[in-house]
């Protein structure tokens, strides 16, 4: 077992790899929106006091997947090699159509992984940010 850390992910918030390989599998811990290095969120607006006043569900998955594109290589996998999808939305109600149709993008369709999927809603998550992603790949 070796944990893994990707030097172009955002920089976890607890004490936790990007990824840990077992054998021919990658798991990845929860990958959220947030970028290595910088203090804004793409698709979070905060006001004076921390607080989010306006979200963008479509830039925060278009991250999350970029995120966790990082890390699959990094480790020296890739995002065909995606087996199963675990994902978490603080709104499903209102978030769900958007995050579908982008997932769609990515997973679906001729030449693109279709792993299992779970999306599950959350009351929150660690960081002011509305979605969140786990999978598990295979790894050579």
Known sequence: MSGIDSSRAPEPVGAYP????VGNLLFLSGIGPRERGRKEIP??????DGR?????IEAQC???FSNVKHVLEDAGSSWDQIVDVLVFLTDMKGDFAVYNKIYADYF????KPNPTRTTIEISSLPTPIAVEVKVIATID
Do not use: M, P, W, Y
């Open 18 to 21: 990007h990824a840990r390989r």
């Open 43 to 48: 698709g979070v607006t905060l006001d004076g």
């Open 52 to 56: 989010v006043i306006e979200k963008d």
């Open 62 to 64: 278009h991250s999350c």
């Open 108 to 111: 679906a369709g001729e030449g």
